[in-house]
């Protein structure tokens, strides 16, 4: 696929939280329904799951998913890559967890995934945030007003 050929730049995720009833009501005139879909939560189990199924390595992953957007960003390299300098921002996955994704499990405000029922290999485990632990095992535990502005590099 173009993941895998490296035909792909960047991954990312505009979130898009409508409530499920804004898109059900388009199915019948696609311009009733609001364009996207929520996918912040989704994005990164998605993208394991791909490394899973050997359309992509998990180098290629972290290329277009963390160095990529950061460099189109302006931002690399305080973000985008592990240096010294850089920011501590990590994710920790384990490669074999398998899971159902769930509307009943998204903490968003849309409250569904399109993708409902899904199974997934590779999952998130923890994320850390400068160095600071922000999630771990599902749980959100970083602290609100954690978040800071990142101006660009150059």
Not at 8 to 23: E, S, Y
Not at 36 to 60: H, K, Y
Not at 88 to 108: C, K, N, P, Q
Request: glycine residues 12%; negative net charge.
């Amino acid at each position: 696929a173009a993941l895998g050929r490296g035909m792909v730049d960047t991954i990312g995720t505009d979130h898009c939280p409508f409530p499920r009833q804004r898109k059900v009501d388009g199915l019948e005139n696609i311009h009733e329904a609001p364009f996207g879909i929520p996918g912040v939560e989704t994005t990164v189990r998605l993208m394991l799951n791909a490394v899973s199924d050997g359309v992509l390595t998990l180098n290629q992953m972290v290329h277009i998913c963390c160095e990529q957007p950061a460099r189109v960003f302006s931002i690399y390299p305080r973000k985008g890559c592990i240096q010294v300098g850089a920011d501590a921002d990590f994710i920790v996955v384990d490669m074999e967890r398998e899971e159902t994704l769930r509307d009943a499990d998204i903490v968003s405000k849309c409250k569904w995934t399109p993708f409902d029922g899904w199974t997934m290999k590779g999952a998130p485990v923890m994320t850390l945030v400068r160095g600071e632990v922000v999630m771990e095992d599902g749980e959100v535990t970083g602290r609100a007003g954690y978040g800071e502005t990142v101006e660009r590099v150059g």
